[in-house]
Nanobody
Framework: QVQLVESGGGLVQAGGSLRLSCAAS????????IGWFRQAPGKEREFVAS????????HYADSVKGRFTISRDNAKNTVYLQMNSLKPEDTAVYYC???????????????WGQGTQVTVSS
């Protein structure tokens, strides 16, 4: 089992940057694909990015490609989401989640954090 805790959210102006962290507990953390998802008010939760257990394979939603970077440090049991050139439409609660499959659907992710709020002002 894996427990996940997100941090690093906050309020930032458009064009700014934030780095989110996802700290995990559990001895098998390094075996999981870790994904970041986000959910804006009134909208469904959507895929943002994912990273394989080795860190070699990454995937991004088209809306964040070129602006966000996902990385992981298995020695620290932590996954990061570096977010640059933020836009107001990036405003949402951001969640990290763990899956045994490198997919983009929320149903494939068995473990979820509590979320961290990101607000981008125009």
């Amino acid at each position: 089992q894996v427990q996940l805790v997100e941090s690093g959210g906050g309020l930032v102006q458009a064009g700014g940057s934030l780095r989110l962290s996802c700290a995990a507990s559990g001895r098998t953390f390094s075996r999981y694909v870790i994904g970041w998802f986000r959910q804006a008010p009134g909208k469904e939760r959507e895929f943002v990015a994912s990273i394989s257990w080795s860190g070699i394979s990454t995937h991004y939603a088209d809306s964040v490609k070129g602006r966000f970077t996902i990385s992981r440090d298995n020695a620290k049991n932590t996954v990061y989401l570096q977010m640059n050139s933020l836009k107001p439409e990036d405003t949402a609660v951001y969640y990290c989640a763990a899956s045994q499959s490198p997919v983009r659907t929320t149903a494939a992710y068995a473990y979820w954090g509590q979320g961290t709020q990101v607000t981008v002002s125009s």
